[in-house]
């Protein structure tokens, strides 16, 4: 039976990161390959040696798919196409493939240079990697060859981030990424057709939670910004340029307006430039609001939110800054940090998650002495607050997703099974669909009925369609006869007629004959007229003839009467049926009854 | 659009002083119940569809990280258990210790008992029924009872108002009241003392040693109202003497009694609420676990009401809340959908004083602090 194969790499419960395996219709696809960020040593990088113990992946790969930019989905490409080796396409996103070098090289730097590792990617192998990326754009199908194609819809999430729809034939997997269902402030809500993939992908690690609403996390945002600037404090917000960032500004701007509050709010120069030219590129990826306001005016010139000076750091009394880099590793923001931390009345905003060895992970773990740069040490006396702005699909969006998609079957990836048999349930009954949770590194195979269209010939179907009977219904299928040509890549169906002409064949025609012997005193001709009149009372629904020539038809079948002039009353009854009609269950019944 | 978006707004911005903390969910499905099934679960229930959810949720850890709620990012609530239901469920309750849940629901002529379960696996399993004498469309009232075996108070009528042990079937229990009006709530004092009380607000005491009930009509009962009750102990499993118990009309009149003595309420007094006949289901008063001598009340609108009845007399005029939460009405839900969603019911946080969850017509569930002007300055 044809199936579609999934393996998530990865081990036991592992749910740092993401890289899954399907093959669908004869095609290896990996989708995602993300780095996990709770390891230091190998076992970060996915297993690839599940698809091939030793050597290259460019034989065994067809193409690599990514979702988006979060490490934990992109973290190991460079890893995987230089280190290991693949040299096929790389697909994903115009956002994501501009966006993706620039946290990988970040995460190399912090990585190599600040924790001293050796087996990692290098600045030229990210270079090199990026370089066998191919752009994909919204809603538009990409052939990967003959027969694989795929399409990306918007996900929401993060900026650039997309569901892919892969399809081969009839056969097609949608897979999720991350995305999340409600919109937010400067990003949309993840959207997909009635496409009907015989699979839906999606992740689970949030399937079981209800979500806080963004408001409320706004909220507490807002309540902590104005808390430490009414107490005269100092608020740093370490972002990275893109995706948070905008959307907080644009909060904070409203509520300074709305409050009418005074203490001024910095957004770091390097920030507002890369921001801007990132917009512009994408402006398509960001939802409505966001894209009147930037035709209206320019993203970042806002009232209240003012371009930095590294200056304005020592300045005394309550100010907002924003200042990349998003995890205090380095550059601006960890130089104000430096400043600021001393002082209690202060507050250092995390908006994301920290890789292990920098200052972000160090503070959000309790830290509160840090070792800097010349063995000083840094007390922190700040207030350190965590706050994930993040958007993913929870349970409810789960469910209304496989609402909009309609897939046949559902596969759901970094879950405990014996954690969500409720929602494997729920699932199953809902939609009449199969759920299926495997574990890493098991491969799950799903059964697909996958049509094979076909041409047919004008002919036959009137053939067909005189023979009677239901009109031709998706719903009801019916039996036919025909012959099919396969030929270069087209399939046709037509008559046989037809088919041996187009072969250069002869039609041979074969009649079966037996011999019935019986005796009957009368007449050759009325022995067969007795033949007619029982058979015409026994066969009731058949057609029945009794031809001049001396020949009785049932159907298309022949009988005659003769008996040789030595033994007259010694009757030799012939009855001969075509091979056409020799297996249908009517000639069968016939024989039987005669 | 009944909320514009700006006042919807404004009252955000307002709440970064009038509460300390303020989270917003959506359900999938409303419920009508909150039960606390440990320290930080509770279970919630559907009520609409033939088939409903019976979900066990954990509570966003970030309410409990006390000094660290800063770097907690936690505040999602988690499903930690969930289970199907082939009836609307009206009320749910659980038996302290045990990680069972009985349900009452407005088709069946059975009580369900529940498993909640465990570690091993997240789904709540049906494990037993009790048969009732009748379906009532309410759903028949239930309670637990507070001694060790486990077993139900129930009762849709006050003749009809039994204690059943859960384990066995076995009725321990029956009140020989000749009374069919319709129960709107019961719930033990102690081991062995209940009460009851009937929709038009007459409340019984019974025992489970004494075969006899009294009863305590209302002096000037009113008809057409509906009575809710609410039982306030100084200690669980304690004399009788340190109980109050507070009677809310749909009307929003409010009496006040000692157990002692239920024959005469020490206040009474009307609260400023909107008559409403058709919420009677979800009218709900209940008293503040830790703070003295607080209730709460909701059910009329989409609002739930604090009162402090400490300075409560019964000729003053009607008393003002303490604090009102309108999030119900405030929420994008409401905004969208046709009529402006009502507080089902609410239920006081066990330990953290001012903390209380509610949920409405809409799904919405919102855990909230509200801040004391006064106190916490």
């Not at chain 1, 995460?107 to 090199?128: A, H, P, Y």
């Not at chain 1, 801007?276 to 993203?299: A, G, P």
């Not at chain 1, 349930?425 to 059964?447: H, R, W």
Request: glycine share 8%; aromatic share 8%.
């Amino acid at each position: 039976m044809p199936d579609i194969k999934v393996t998530p790499l990865g081990a036991g419960q592992d749910v740092g990161r993401s890289c899954i395996l399907v093959s669908i219709g004869g095609k290896n696809i990996m989708l995602d390959c993300g780095m996990h960020m709770g390891y230091n040593d190998d076992r970060r990088f996915p297993d690839f040696s599940y698809i091939t113990q030793n050597g290259r992946l460019t034989e065994f790969l067809d193409c690599v798919i990514i979702s988006h930019f979060h490490l934990d989905h992109c973290g190991a490409l460079p890893y995987m196409s230089e280190m290991v080796g693949y040299d096929g396409p790389i697909y994903m996103t115009h956002p994501t493939k501009a966006i993706c070098p620039i946290l990988l090289e970040d995460f190399r730097k912090i990585t190599v240079d600040k924790k001293g590792e050796t087996n990692f990617f290098t600045s030229q192998m990210i270079k090199d990697c990026m370089k066998k990326v191919v752009p994909l754009n919204l809603h538009q199908t990409v052939q990967v060859d003959e027969e694989l194609e795929i399409k990306a819809y918007y996900a929401g999430h993060v900026l650039g981030a997309a569901m892919v729809q892969i399809k081969v034939g009839s056969e097609s997997v949608v897979y999720t990424g991350d995305y999340n269902m409600t919109p937010d402030r400067h990003l949309g809500a993840a959207w997909i057709d009635k496409c009907r993939p015989d699979l839906l992908i999606s992740e689970s690690t949030y399937a079981t939670t209800i979500r806080d609403s963004k408001r409320c996390r706004e909220r507490d945002f807002l309540k902590k910004v104005h808390e430490t600037v009414e107490r005269g404090g100092k608020v740093l917000i370490p972002v990275f340029a893109l995706g948070r960032a905008q959307e907080l500004c644009i909060l904070l701007e409203t509520f300074w307006e709305r409050m009418n509050l005074k203490a001024p709010i910095y957004f770091s120069t390097g920030l507002t430039e890369k921001a801007n030219h990132y917009y512009k590129l994408f402006i398509t990826w960001t939802n409505q609001k966001i894209r009147k306001t930037f035709v209206q005016r320019n993203m970042f010139e806002f009232k209240h939110i003012k371009a930095f000076d590294r200056s304005y750091a020592d300045n005394p009394g309550p100010m907002v800054v924003f200042a990349t880099p998003g995890m205090l590793h380095a550059g601006q923001s960890l130089l104000i940090f430096k400043k600021w931390a001393g002082n209690e009345k202060n507050m250092v905003i995390m908006p994301g998650y920290c890789v292990q060895g920098t200052v972000g992970h160090k503070i959000l773990n309790g830290q509160k002495k840090l070792e800097m740069e010349g063995r000083a040490t840094l007390d922190v006396k700040l207030q350190v607050e965590y706050m994930s702005f993040s958007a993913h699909a929870d349970a409810k969006g789960i469910m209304q997703l496989i609402r909009m998609a309609e897939p046949r079957n559902m596969l759901l990836v970094h879950g405990e099974a014996k954690k969500m048999e409720f929602l494997k349930d729920k699932i199953e009954q809902e939609f009449s669909i199969s759920c299926y949770m495997p574990a890493n590194g098991e491969t799950t195979s799903i059964v697909t009925n996958p049509s094979v269209p076909v041409d047919i010939s004008l002919n036959l179907l009137k053939r067909e369609m005189a023979l009677g009977g239901p009109l031709p219904d998706a719903k009801r299928p019916r039996t036919m006869h025909g012959t099919l040509i396969m030929k270069d890549n087209s399939l046709r169906l037509v008559s046989p007629e037809q088919a041996l002409k187009e072969l250069g064949l002869s039609e041979h025609q074969l009649r079966f004959t037996c011999r019935v012997q019986l005796h009957d005193p009368h007449s050759d001709n009325d022995t067969l007229g007795r033949i007619y009149t029982h058979l015409k009372s026994v066969l009731k629904t058949y057609s029945i003839q009794h031809v001049p020539d001396g020949t009785v038809i049932v159907e298309s079948i022949v009988i005659k009467v003769t008996s040789s002039a030595e033994e007259p009353n010694l009757k030799v009854i012939l009855l001969s049926w075509s091979y056409q009609t020799a297996d249908s269950t009517a000639t069968k019944k016939k024989k039987i009854q005669l | 659009m009944d909320i514009s978006s700006d006042e919807s707004d404004d009252w955000f911005i307002e709440s970064l002083n009038t509460y300390k903390d303020l989270h917003v969910f959506q359900l999938e499905h409303p419920t009508k119940v909150i039960e606390w099934t440990g320290d930080k679960n509770i279970c919630v229930a559907g009520y609409t569809g033939s088939r409903s959810e019976i979900l066990e949720l954990l509570l966003p850890l970030k309410l409990y990280a006390g000094e660290n709620q800063g770097l907690c990012a936690e505040r999602d609530f988690k499903v930690q258990h969930g289970g199907f239901s082939e009836e609307p469920i009206e009320s749910l309750i659980h038996i302290s210790g045990t990680r069972c849940v009985v349900t009452s629901g407005s088709s069946s002529s059975t009580l369900q008992i529940w498993d909640i379960g465990g570690d091993d696996s997240d789904v709540i399993k049906r494990t037993g029924v009790i048969n009732l004498k009748s379906t009532s469309v309410k759903g028949c009232k239930i309670a637990p009872g507070l001694t060790d075996e486990p077993a139900v108070l129930h009762g849709s009528c006050i003749s009809e108002v039994q204690l059943t042990e859960i384990a066995t079937g076995r009725v321990l229990y029956t009140v020989a009241k000749e009374s069919s009006d319709s129960v709107s709530g019961l719930q033990f004092v102690n081991a062995c003392v209940f009460l009851i009380c009937a929709s038009d607000g007459t409340l019984f005491m019974g025992d489970t040693r004494d075969p006899s009930t009294c009863h305590y009509p209302l002096e000037d009962s009113k008809s057409g109202l509906h009575w809710a009750f609410g039982l306030r102990s100084d200690s669980s499993q304690s004399e009788p003497s340190g109980c109050t118990v507070a009677r809310l009309s749909s009307s929003g009149h409010m009496l006040l009694s000692d157990l002692r003595n239920l024959q005469s309420p020490f206040c009474q007094t009307q609260l400023n609420v909107q008559h409403d006949a058709s919420k009677n289901d979800f009218l709900n008063v209940s008293w503040a676990p830790v703070l003295d001598r607080c209730l709460s009340v909701s059910g009329f609108d989409g609002t739930v009401h604090i009162y402090n009845t400490i300075n409560w007399s019964t000729e003053g005029q009607s008393p003002q809340p303490v604090f009102s939460h309108r999030g119900h009405e405030m929420s994008d839900e409401a905004k969208y959908s046709g009529s402006p969603p009502v507080v089902t019911t609410h239920s006081w946080h066990q330990s953290r004083p001012k903390t209380i969850l509610s949920v409405a017509t809409d799904g919405s569930l919102h855990v909230w602090d509200w801040v004391d002007k006064i106190t916490d300055r």
